[in-house]
C-alpha cells in the first residue's frame, strides 16, 4: 500500500512551470517594449523640456535667448 504514488500532481507541477515560463517570458517583453517606448520619449522630449523650463523662469527670456549658445 505504501508503494503507490500518485502521478495527477506531477502533470500538474509541469503544467504550472510551463504557465510560469510564459508569465515570465511575456513580462520581459513588457519590460523590453516599456523601456524602449521610454527611451525614445526621453530622447526626443529632453531639448522641449529644457526650452519649456527656460521659457518659465523667472527673468522670461525669448525663444531666440534660449536657444543661442552665447
Keep these: 500500500m505504501a508503494s503507490t504514488i500518485s502521478l495527477k500532481a506531477k502533470g500538474n507541477s509541469s503544467k504550472k512551470k510551463v504557465e510560469d515560463r510564459s508569465v515570465i517570458d511575456s ?6 517594449w516599456g523601456m524602449k ?34
Design 37 to 70: 517606448k521610454t527611451k525614445v520619449i526621453a530622447h526626443y522630449g529632453f531639448i522641449p523640456l529644457i526650452i519649456i523650463i527656460g521659457m518659465n523662469s523667472d527673468p522670461k527670456p525669448q525663444l531666440s535667448q534660449l536657444l543661442s549658445p552665447v
Design 27 to 32: 513580462v520581459k517583453e513588457w519590460t523590453t
